[in-house]
């Protein structure tokens, strides 16, 4: 157990619906980092929130937004969902002591499949 | 986009022989860390080297890296059985704080 989790394990809906994942980091740690792992596409980094700024954004579609809110926990915002963006859906978290040179702790991972 | 490629995409070995992966990279890096991923579960971390080491080991696992080629080895010692998962490395940069994942070696250790 990583310490990381994250609701929704599975989620199903249609195309054009909006989600929300949710994720609470390891006690401690201020980064909070999303990915995404489809069979195509690999696993990618999305963004990262550090103590509730926006730290680094990655390959993340404009359809997608994401916060972290003051007792650090994070939310990834899905809307106008396409079949393309069924995957599973990782949150991590790293560290207090700086962004680099920390291993990140990934939760469970949210399934979405869009239908 | 991927940055990591590991190699092989697949291994499958015999319990308690040695197992061997290797991924190369594109750019320069901080750090590499390897990530262990059973059947579409959450990863785990293995290990990480930072880019001033050339070797780091802990327990049955033994990392190599060589910036001056981009890559990096890791050697599962002794397998078992519950090492089979799929294996990723993964690089953080200079720029974004987001880790850059290779593709992955799929490991099945038959028993």
């Known amino acids: 157990d990583s310490g990381v989790t994250q609701t929704p394990k599975h989620l199903i809906t249609a195309t054009g619906q909006r989600v929300t994942l949710r994720c609470s980091p390891r006690?401690?740690?201020?980064?909070v980092y999303w990915y995404q792992q489809s069979l195509d596409q690999g696993l990618q980094f999305l963004i990262q929130y550090y103590n509730g700024e926006e730290r680094a954004k990655g390959n993340i579609l404009e359809r997608f937004s994401a916060q972290q809110f003051p007792d650090l926990h994070s939310e990834l915002n899905l809307s106008s969902l396409e079949l393309g963006d069924s995957a599973l859906y990782f949150c991590?978290?790293?560290?207090?002591?700086?962004?680099?040179?920390?291993?990140?702790?990934f939760g469970p991972g949210t399934r979405l499949t869009v239908l | 986009s991927q940055q990591g490629e590991e190699d092989p995409q697949a291994l499958s070995i015999q319990e308690g022989e040695n197992a061997t992966m290797n991924c190369s990279y594109k750019t320069s890096i901080n750090n590499l860390q390897w990530y262990r991923q059973n059947s579409g579960r959450g990863l785990v971390h293995l290990i990480l080297i930072r880019s001033n080491e050339r070797e780091k080991h802990s327990g049955r696992l033994r990392v190599t890296l060589d910036t001056s080629k981009k890559s990096s080895s890791l050697l599962i010692t002794a397998s078992r059985a519950a090492d089979t998962a799929s294996y990723f490395c993964a690089t953080l940069g200079g720029g974004a704080d987001g880790l850059t994942f290779g593709k992955g070696t799929h490991l099945i250790i038959q028993p």
């Open positions: 006690s401690g740690d201020l980064s």
């Open positions: 991590a978290s790293s560290g207090a002591q700086g962004y680099f040179n920390n291993e990140q702790f």
